[in-house]
């Protein structure tokens, strides 16, 4: 088996996991160190065009679990010294965390033990850590599987969200967008029952939760990377501007703005669960008592972590010196108010396809989203200095955009 992979190394070799835009970021984030990284995806993604890239195709760690680990086992066997593991997602994060044994000869892990990266991926664990320590949550209801819901004798008022206490997997086989299940009444709730019954899901255990009411700008992320005693040594705070599906989905834009509450809850948790590595952590505020609940705790670099570098605070490179033993130096200012955008489809959605969509409610014109987005901008894919990522998106995406356009007339 071929793999581009350098001769010879002077340091360990980062090695991301996935190659959409938040593998993109940790390649740009060690690229403003002079360090090139291995990319390994299960397609031609955004990152294999970038010049901080040395791109590889892997098996897919999800259906093909055993041969993706071969493969690591192999190319670790290829590589001049060990190289340092970054997954970018939770299917590239749990095969490597389950047979962690097996690759720690190869790789080394800026990452906690598989005990506690569970705790953290399952959110029936989560919480209970997370109420154990007394941080504020949503009321939440779990059940064994959808059979056990009883929608007559629901201790849990609308509007709501359905979601899975694992997510890999679940939401594609159901063929619903984003990562939960907006349910604003009992018939919907019995639809969707009835929808994942009907796909073969019906021994999947499941939350359902009360919906946190208020403007995404709500939803606050601390992105960290705490060491080894799982004390945060370094961060960065920002809320939503839009996420799509709007209503619960993935961020499109966001902006930096410290948080102390944010930061204590955040810490809590951390220190909590033992927790090693870099983490998203997210909380959205309850205006109906003006607290601060958790949502959930990623424990990997997420979409917009590469704002964290242009704040001035490079987690990546600072969890790979930390990982090494090598001295680290932590910025002595914190840039606030700058944007992170995923440009096209945050303007696109604003401007278009959430009202198309039916999410007429989260439009806006022109001048709301200049008004929205005012200040300093970090953008997600577009680069002048690392720009082919860039052009093969804009080109995919107006693609995309056309046919949606045809779609419609």
């Excluded at 997602?89 to 962690?100: A, Y």
């Excluded at 604003?184 to 009835?194: A, F, V, Y």
Aim: glycine share 6%; aromatic share 12%.
């Amino acid at each position: 088996m071929k793999y581009t992979i350098p001769d010879s190394l002077n340091r360990p070799i980062p090695i991301i996991l996935g190659g959409h835009v938040n593998g993109l970021g940790l390649l740009r984030s060690f690229g403003s160190k002079g360090i090139k990284s291995i990319c390994l995806d299960t397609k031609k993604s955004l990152s294999f065009y970038s010049k901080y890239s040395y791109a590889n195709f892997c098996p897919d760690p999800v259906s093909e679990e055993d041969e993706f680990i071969d493969y690591l086992m192999q190319m670790g066997e290829s590589l001049p010294q060990k190289g340092v593991l970054f997954a970018t997602n939770d299917i590239w994060l749990i095969p490597i965390s389950k047979h962690r044994n097996r690759l720690k000869k190869f790789y080394h892990y800026p990452m906690s033990e598989w005990d506690v990266i569970e705790q953290c991926w399952n959110k029936k664990k989560l919480y209970e850590v997370a109420q154990d320590a007394g941080l504020p949550l949503p009321k939440t209801i779990f059940l064994n599987n959808i059979l056990d819901l009883n929608e007559n004798n629901l201790d849990l008022s609308f509007p709501c969200i359905l979601k899975p206490e694992e997510t890999i997997g679940f939401m594609e086989k159901l063929g619903s967008r984003g990562r939960t299940i907006p349910i604003d009444n009992l018939e919907q709730l019995i639809h969707w029952k009835k929808e994942i019954k009907k796909k073969g899901l019906d021994t999947v255990p499941l939350i359902i939760q009360e919906r946190i009411e208020g403007p995404i700008t709500n939803l606050y992320t601390i992105t960290s990377y705490s060491n080894k005693n799982a004390d945060i040594v370094a961060y960065s705070i920002g809320h939503k501007i839009r996420q799509s599906p709007p209503d619960a989905g993935t961020i499109l834009s966001g902006r930096l703005k410290h948080n102390p509450e944010i930061y204590e809850l955040g810490t809590k948790l951390i220190k909590s669960l033992g927790y090693y590595g870099i983490a998203n952590t997210e909380f959205k505020k309850d205006d109906r008592d003006n607290t601060y609940k958790l949502i959930e705790i990623n424990p990997r670099p997420g979409m917009w972590n590469y704002s964290a570098l242009i704040s001035g605070i490079n987690l990546p490179y600072i969890a790979y010196q930390d990982l090494l033993g090598e001295p680290f130096e932590l910025p002595s200012t914190y840039e606030e108010g700058l944007v992170w955008l995923m440009f096209l489809e945050d303007f696109f959605n604003s401007l278009l396809f959430f009202k198309r969509n039916g999410y007429t409610e989260y439009a806006i014109n022109l001048t709301e989203w200049f008004k929205t987005t005012q200040g300093k901008k970090v953008f997600a894919i577009e680069s002048w200095t690392d720009p082919l990522p860039g052009v093969v998106h804009a080109v995919k995406y107006f693609g995309k955009f056309l046919n949606h356009i045809l779609k419609f007339k």
